[in-house]
């Protein structure tokens, strides 16, 4: 069982900046796919930026050039900075860490920008 814990969302005006975490623990898999994704009031869950073991990242389109993902192999934690925030941003964030096996959600965070 993997136990995703997010933090670093909140309010943030139009423009500004956010950097969400997400440690994971009770995971011995070492090569994992980190990552985040959004889900908007009325819309489906999406893909925001997801980030390899080894390091690979994948961006959703409407958030290349603003948002950044990393992690920290040795924390097990991943991170999103979020730059340049538009209100479309807003949604509950998630992280989710996956394997060829497994597959595990955190609670979410939600983030909202004001115009």
């Known amino acids: 069982q993997v136990q995703l814990v997010e933090s670093g969302g909140g309010l943030v005006q139009a423009g500004g900046s956010l950097r969400l975490s997400c440690a994971a623990s009770g995971s011995d898999f070492r090569r994992n796919v980190m990552g985040w994704y959004r889900q908007a009031p009325g819309k489906q869950r999406e893909l925001v930026a997801t980030i390899t073991t080894g390091g690979s990242t994948n961006y959703a389109d409407s958030v290349k050039g603003r948002f950044t993902i990393s992690r920290d192999n040795a924390k097990n934690t991943v991170y999103l900075q979020m730059n340049s925030l538009k209100p479309e941003d807003t949604a509950v964030y998630y992280c989710?860490?996956?394997?060829?096996?497994?597959?595990?959600w955190g609670q979410g965070t939600q983030v909202t920008v004001s115009s």
């Open positions: 989710n860490w996956r394997t060829v096996l497994y597959n595990y």
